[in-house]
């Protein structure tokens, strides 16, 4: 038995990665879905692609978080498609290392623009729509990094420590609506912008790996079984919770 039958699933950053992963994972348990990228002609490429491998309805829709109307729109064309939405991921989010004094007000709030501010926006834009219908699970991608500091990454922590603020009060305020709200906290994962940006060599990667419990490195799949647990209803009683996806990592830290 499909655990997402009759679900309708928006996963922002869905194009790549661990929203990829995610976007796949819903969709074989019987959602619709449909994801969002900033680049509209990829995100209707990624979809075709998942269709075609799940058999089940992907759409692609262009989104760049930074703007309100496009939030409104993307949540507009994703109901006028699929006529609801049941399962929202918040996963979409940019990283920047640059150090405390060498960072610049608009690289911070840029951070802040996309990781905050644009989870909050389609919070409130998704939230009403859920709490109109009674039925919701909001699901908000944070990272290990919300609970200890990394220096050289003081926009991006914070920005997800906000992450887990904003889930917190968000499931306090609708929880007695019918819609659920949580947040996953995955440690370092193999995707482009983990390469990218830290796991920069063959050294470095193993030196972390040494450092978790599971002596793996976090693969987007793991991330995503976890946020199949949240969307389904074996998880109608879990809200204002931070699961963290880790191997460990943090106990080691």
């Not at 960072?103 to 859920?130: I, P, Q, S």
């Not at 470095?204 to 987007?220: D, F, S, Y």
Request: charge should be neutral.
């Amino acid at each position: 038995m499909l655990l997402l039958n009759d679900d309708v699933a928006l996963v922002t950053g869905g194009t790549r990665g661990i929203g990829r992963a995610i976007a796949r994972t819903l969709a074989l348990e019987g959602a619709r879905v449909a994801i969002t990228g900033q680049d509209e002609r990829r995100a209707r490429a990624v979809a075709a692609q998942l269709m075609a491998e799940v058999g089940r309805e992907v759409i692609g829709l262009g989104l760049d978080l930074r703007y309100e109307g496009q939030i409104e729109d993307a949540v507009r064309s994703c109901r006028t498609l699929f006529g609801t939405i049941t399962i929202l991921v918040n996963n979409a989010g940019i990283y920047l290392n640059t150090p405390v004094l060498e960072m610049t007000r608009a690289a911070w709030e840029d951070v802040f623009a996309v990781n905050v501010t644009g989870t909050f926006l389609m919070t409130r834009e998704v939230g009403r729509l859920m709490v109109a219908q009674k039925r919701g699970k909001i699901i908000n991608i944070s990272s290990c990094s919300a609970r200890k500091p990394d220096p050289g990454q003081v926009a991006y922590n914070a920005s997800k420590s906000a992450v887990v603020g904003l889930t917190r009060v968000t499931a306090l305020e609708l929880g007695p609506l019918g819609v659920t709200c949580n947040a996953v906290l995955p440690g370092a994962t193999d995707t482009e912008m983990v390469r990218n940006s830290f796991l920069t060599s063959p050294e470095v990667e193993r030196a972390w790996v040494e450092r978790t419990a599971l002596k793996r490195l976090g693969q987007p799949q793991d991330v995503a079984r976890v946020v199949l647990f949240l969307a389904s209803r074996l998880a109608d009683h879990v809200t204002g919770e931070s699961i963290v996806v880790s191997a460990g990592e943090l106990m080691t830290q």
